[in-house]
């Protein structure tokens, strides 16, 4: 093999300084990205940090709150439909009670999507505005578990009657020893 030439020396360290440079930058690029990936995690976890610290702040309050509900959360055989039976009866009697036109659109046991059991009764009411705010107003008592989770008020045909498409739920706890 024969020797370089100073030209070829001069491409040959060209080359490499340009190889050197090029790598160096894509390197660097690499770097940066990776960096900044890292600094967004870390404020992502301070944030976390930050939050959960609040929350073990908090955990007399919330332990008062979890007593709560053991005392007063409604217990429910999930094996039976005697208290889901018993909800939709007493949405549909507490509604003519209010003076409504009752039409029961759907309701039942829903599957389980946490500690709780939810039954609901989905439904079609008819009436005065003045008795739909009183059956309302029954069906919301803090103690009942009970939660309107979707309401749809419209004017009916007849004023000054309204037709409401509501969606009534409530929550019980599993009785110990049957799953959810």
């Known amino acids: 093999m024969r020797a370089l ?28 990205n990776r960096q900044r990936v890292l600094q967004s995690n870390i404020v992502k976890l301070e944030a976390s940090l930050a939050e959960s610290r609040g929350i073990l702040m908090q955990e007399k309050f919330w332990e008062e709150r979890a007593s709560w509900l053991d005392k007063n959360q409604p217990v429910d055989d ?12 007493f949405v549909e009697t507490s509604a003519k009670n209010s003076g409504l036109e009752y039409t029961r659109k759907g309701g039942g046991p829903l599957p389980p999507s946490g500690p709780y059991a939810e039954v609901y009764d989905a439904s ?20 009942a ?21 509501i969606e009534v739920a409530r929550w019980f706890r599993p009785v110990e020893g049957s799953e959810l």
């Not at 491409?11 to 490499?16: P, R, S």
């Not at 999930?78 to 009866?89: P, R």
């Open 5 to 32: 030439t100073s030209k070829e020396k001069n491409l040959l360290i060209g080359l490499l300084g340009a190889l050197f440079v090029l790598l160096n930058v894509v390197g660097l690029q690499t770097f940066l």
């Open 78 to 89: 999930t094996l039976s439909i005697e208290d889901d039976t018993k909800f939709t009866e």
């Open 124 to 143: 079609q009411v008819k009436g005065t505005m003045n008795s739909l705010i009183k059956w309302l107003v029954e069906l919301q008592k803090p103690k």
């Open 145 to 165: 578990f009970r939660a309107i989770k979707q309401l749809r008020i419209k004017s009916a045909p007849e004023p000054p009657n309204v037709i409401c498409d």
